[in-house]
């Protein structure tokens, strides 16, 4: 699988599919797996060809055969921040490629960063909220590799990571979540708040240390430590529902009487500016996408489905214009690929 082949179709991950939907764009469940040797901090450039070689050299024999093998010292710039807006690899893993690498199974759906912050981190992606399926099939992924690799663990302490937060489970789950309507009433910030308290945390579009955009949310457990791993699904799980829920309950609020009509113009607007601009911006095309995907999900008739607003979301980010280019396009010229890609998409769907 080439960058190039997987720019022309879906993440399978970001297919308007599986249960809440409307709310819930995707779930991953992530687990931090290390050899018996030093952290990818403390290991020598040998030291962690070493991982990467054994890391590929595994994961060819079980658990993803047949998938892509992308060693990021051998992509360029652009090629590592399309890896990122799949969600498929960290900020972090991209900025320093040297001796590091991602396997990528089948649509996406089944990764393995190598020599992040810990040797191996494994992850199921699947869409809508899936959080015991993707547990399923990163855990299956999990025994065939420790089939094959000595991981790192001890009785008292459970897996053995990088950072104390992953400690024990070594299990982060997450799901990314569109809230529009509570960012629009003002009651995301306390909603966010409540979620701290409950031991979870909340992130930007890609993770760790960054922004949200579009109104999406990443939520997921702070620690792994102290807990198994039914106990941390279950945890979130009930989070994800009552956020669902108050997401619900706002959407309700903004579509009914007289907020109605509001927020009907609000959605015709960025439909009417996506349809016909020139240029547009990342953010500004994330914020009209939030809105257009917000009046989908409430089931208005509109010239664009579900689907067609979650690849958008996907194919304007900057990378993935790049890659279409196939070069590096100065921003204006990149905000104009992206305001034809839109008009073009939504005039043909």
Not at 98 to 107: D, K, Y
Request: aromatic share 4%.
């Amino acid at each position: 699988m080439q960058l190039q082949t997987m720019l022309r179709f879906r993440a399978g991950w970001s297919e308007a599919e599986g249960p809440e939907r409307e709310i819930v764009l995707s779930t991953r469940v992530r687990l931090a797996r290390n050899l018996r040797a030093p952290f990818p901090a403390r290991l020598s450039p040998a030291g962690l060809k070493r991982v990467l070689e054994r890391a590929f050299d595994a994961a060819s024999c079980g658990g993803l055969k047949g998938a892509a093998y992308f060693k990021l010292a051998d992509l360029d710039e652009t090629d590592r921040a399309f890896l990122v807006e799949r969600h498929l690899i960290s900020p972090a893993l991209a900025a320093h490629p040297a001796h590091r690498g991602v396997v990528v199974g089948e649509r996406e759906t089944l990764a393995a960063m190598v020599n992040e912050e810990d040797h191996l981190r494994l992850a199921a992606l699947l869409p809508g909220l899936q959080l015991r399926p993707a547990h399923a099939a990163v855990d299956r992924l999990d025994d065939a590799l420790a089939g094959r690799l000595d991981f790192a663990f001890r009785d008292d302490l459970g897996y053995l990571t990088a950072c104390p937060t992953n400690l024990g489970t070594g299990m982060r789950a997450s799901c990314l979540m569109h809230l529009p309507a509570l960012t629009m009433t003002g009651a995301v910030a306390k909603l966010m708040e409540g979620l701290t308290r409950a031991g979870l945390i909340a992130r930007g579009l890609y993770g760790e240390g960054t922004r949200v955009i579009g109104d999406f949310f990443q939520v997921s457990n702070a620690t792994g430590f102290g807990r198994t791993e039914a106990e941390i699904l279950a945890a979130l799980e009930k989070s994800v529902a009552a956020v669902v829920a108050r997401e619900g309950e706002a959407r309700a609020a903004l579509s009914a009487g007289s907020a109605k009509v509001k927020l009907e113009d609000e959605v015709h607007r960025s439909l009417a500016l996506l349809g016909a601009a020139r240029l547009l911006s990342f953010e500004e095309a994330q914020h009209h996408l939030s809105r257009l995907r917000l009046g989908l999900a409430l089931g208005w008739k509109l010239p664009a489905d579900l689907a067609l607003a979650n690849e958008l979301t996907l194919s304007v980010q900057p990378a993935h214009l790049d890659l279409l280019a196939e070069k590096v396009l100065p921003p204006q010229e990149r905000d104009a690929l992206r305001a034809a890609l839109v008009r073009r998409r939504l005039k043909t769907a």
